[in-house]
C-alpha cells in the first residue's frame, strides 16, 4: 500500500530541500491538486477509493522522489540557499557595521540639535557615565547579539547549513569587541562628546576576546539548542 505524504510533510520536505517560501507554497497546491485529479481518474475508472488512492500515490511518487524533483530546478531554490555565504555571514556582518554607524550618526544628530538646551544644564559625573555606559550596552551588546539571534533563527527557519550563519554570528562578535563607542554629556559649554573607533590593544586583548566570545556563545548556544531539537523530532 502506498500512502501519499501529507500536505505538512511535503512542506517540511521542501524548506529542508532549500526552496523558497513562495515556491514551496506553490509547489504543496501543485502537488495536491495533482494527486486529486489522480485520485479523480481512477476513481472514473472503476476502481475503489482505496485502490485509487494507492494508484495516486504510486504514480505521483514518493516524498523522497517529490522532493527531489522540485529541488533539481535551482530557479526554485531560496536566494539564501543559493548563496548562504552572502546571506548569513556577509549580509549580517554588514548590517552590523551599517547600524553601528547609522546609530552613531543619530547621536550626533540629536545631540547638535539639543546643543542649546544641553548648555543650559549640567549633570553630574554619575549621570555622565550612565548616560555613556548605556550606549555602548546598546550598540556593543545589544545591537550584536539582537542581530545575531535574528540570523540564526532565519537560518534555522530556512534549514541553511548551520556553518554559514556560526560564522557570521562568530565575525559579528568579533567586530563588537573591535569597536568603541564614546558619549559623555555633561551640560554646560562645551555639553559633551560623542566619538567611535575601531581597534585591538594588547592591554584590552582578554577583554576584547572575552566580548567576542561572549557574544558570539549567547547567540550560538541556542541556535545549536533549536536545531539539535530539530534533528531529533525528525529522527523519531
Known amino acids: 500500500m502506498a500512502d501519499h505524504p501529507s500536505a505538512a510533510e511535503i512542506r517540511a520536505a521542501l524548506l529542508e530541500a532549500g526552496l523558497a517560501p ?41 516524498l523522497q522522489a517529490i522532493t527531489a524533483a ?32 547609522a546609530t552613531l550618526g543619530l547621536l550626533i544628530a540629536i545631540g547638535n540639535v539639543s546643543d542649546p538646551y544641553l548648555r543650559g544644564i549640567h549633570l553630574s559625573a554619575q549621570g555622565t557615565y550612565r548616560i555613556g555606559l548605556s550606549v555602548q550596552i546598546l550598540m ?3 545591537f550584536p547579539l539582537l542581530l545575531s539571534i535574528g540570523v540564526g533563527l532565519i537560518a534555522h527557519r530556512r534549514r541553511a ?4 550563519p556560526a560564522a557570521g554570528i562568530v565575525f559579528i562578535g568579533i ?28 592591554d584590552t586583548l582578554p577583554q576584547t576576546l572575552g566580548h567576542a566570545l561572549l557574544v558570539a556563545a549567547l547567540a550560538l548556544v541556542p541556535l545549536w539548542r533549536v536545531s539539535r531539537r530539530h534533528r531529533a523530532i525528525d529522527a523519531r
Request: hydrophobic fraction near 45%; charged fraction near 20%.
Open 161 to 164: 547549513p548551520l556553518w554559514f
Open 175 to 202: 567586530l563588537a569587541s573591535l569597536l568603541n563607542v564614546d558619549l559623555k554629556i555633561t551640560g554646560g559649554h562645551p555639553a559633551g562628546q560623542v566619538g567611535a573607533g575601531i581597534g585591538i590593544s594588547t
Open 22 to 62: 513562495r515556491a514551496v507554497s506553490r509547489a504543496v497546491h501543485e502537488i495536491e491538486d495533482h494527486y486529486r485529479q489522480l485520485l479523480a481518474e481512477g476513481t472514473a475508472r472503476g476502481e475503489t477509493a482505496e485502490l485509487a488512492g494507492d494508484q495516486a500515490a504510486l504514480r505521483l511518487g514518493s
Open 140 to 142: 556593543l551588546w545589544i
Open 70 to 101: 522540485y529541488a533539481g530546478r535551482p530557479e526554485l531554490l531560496a536566494w539564501s540557499r543559493r548563496r548562504p555565504a552572502i546571506c548569513f555571514t556577509l549580509l549580517p556582518l554588514l548590517g552590523y557595521a551599517a547600524l553601528f554607524a
